[in-house]
């Protein structure tokens, strides 16, 4: 029975992959996580200046491995004893590098992706100057539409990444969004890219197994 099911995902991805082409974003789909690094690594080239934004699906996927392998000029934005000044240039390096890896919080079958932030880094990093953007996402992560994406970040994305980091946020601790107001507010800007300026700028990489949250 369980073919009826992956036949069901495939689906789902391809239908996904085809309407972000349509909006000019470059698809590739691959079934398994182990899949994605040989991916990437033909997407970049030795020597490319390479930033990441927050991900447990890069972590998960071994991309971090890959781009502290040598190969790459990598901004580290996790390098051990940064100050928060640091981190700070880390992100504001990033809209010069030739790579920006990421995931996206949700993808529509639509061929949209939403993304809420909490710093907006990684969603202004996203939207204007890293030459492509390329970004790694987990069939989960697959919804019908932008209301459905704005859900999944409330019930599933932000809460989960609210307890990862300890934020004191009222979804931190009981796992369902209060529509809070605080300093840690986790999800402050959100952003829907739809059809692209630069065809084929962002890239992105559907897995068809479930990744990050
Ligand atoms: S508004 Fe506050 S409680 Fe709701 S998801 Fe965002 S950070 Fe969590």
């Known amino acids: 029975m369980k073919e ?3 036949e069901l995902l495939l689906q789902r991805m391809e239908r996904t992959a085809a309407a972000l082409e349509k909006n000019r974003m470059e698809a590739h789909l691959v079934a398994t996580k182990e899949e994605v690094v040989p991916l990437i690594r033909s997407l970049l080239a030795p020597g490319d200046v390479v930033s990441v934004g927050g991900s447990v ?3 998960e996927c071994g991309v971090l491995e890959l781009l ?6 990598f901004l580290d934005r996790y390098a051990p004893g940064l100050t928060a000044d640091e981190i700070g240039e880390v992100y504001r390096k990033s809209f010069f590098a030739d790579a920006y890896l990421c995931s996206s919080n949700a ?3 639509n061929g949209e992706l939403y993304n809420v932030d909490g710093n ?3 969603v ?4 204007f100057g890293p030459k492509k953007v390329i970004l790694v996402v987990g069939v989960n992560k697959i919804v019908p539409d932008l209301a459905a994406a704005e859900r999944r970040v409330q019930e599933i994305a932000a809460p989960a990444n609210a307890k990862r980091l ?3 946020t009222p979804c931190a601790a009981t796992g369902k969004c209060a529509d809070c107001a605080g300093d840690g507010r986790i999800c402050c800007t959100a ?4 059809q692209q300026r630069v065809p084929g700028r962002i890239k992105v990489i559907l897995v068809g197994e479930p990744l990050g949250y």
């Open 57 to 59: 699906t890069l972590d």
């Open 120 to 122: 907006a880094n990684r």
């Open 191 to 194: 952003v829907i890219h739809r």
């Open 107 to 109: 993808v529509t079958e």
């Open 124 to 127: 202004a990093a996203m939207t």
């Open 68 to 73: 502290r392998c040598g190969d790459y000029q």
């Open 4 to 6: 009826f099911l992956d």
């Open 166 to 168: 300890s934020c004191k």
